[in-house]
Nanobody, 126 residues
């Protein structure tokens, strides 16, 4: 499956944005989707994930209450909406897809995802 992330840009602190991940190539509903981010000089970190059917959703503590992940299997898309953005949210955001058997604790693990998009840069100014 090929993934294309979009929606990044420059946002003021306190603002909001919507990142989109468009999938092509294979049956999207066969894949769990995760969003990860990598800030300059830091390791890639988990942000949010959603199961194949959308009935299991997980968030990193750092974005819990400020982010909403969703998917539309008919449209082959997955979105990440974030509000109350902070400068520390500045990073390149990646969407990823995995067809493995996920358990609640495994959505957070980057290695569970086999396909990655190219990333979209989000810059939050203070």
């Amino acid at each position: 499956v090929q993934l294309q992330a979009s929606g990044g840009g420059l946002v003021q602190a306190g603002g909001s944005l919507r990142l989109s991940c468009a999938a092509s190539g294979r049956t999207f509903s066969n894949y769990a989707v995760g969003w990860f981010r990598q800030a300059p000089g830091k390791d890639r970190e988990f942000v949010a994930a959603i199961s194949r059917s959308g009935d299991s959703i997980h968030y990193a503590d750092s974005v819990k209450g400020r982010a909403v992940i969703s998917r539309d299997n008919a449209e082959n898309t997955a979105d990440l909406r974030m509000n109350s953005l902070r400068p520390e949210d500045t990073a390149v955001y990646y969407c990823a897809a995995g067809a493995r058997r996920f358990y609640s604790g495994s959505y957070y693990v980057a290695g569970m995802y086999d396909y990655w998009g190219q990333g979209t840069l989000v810059t939050v100014s203070s």
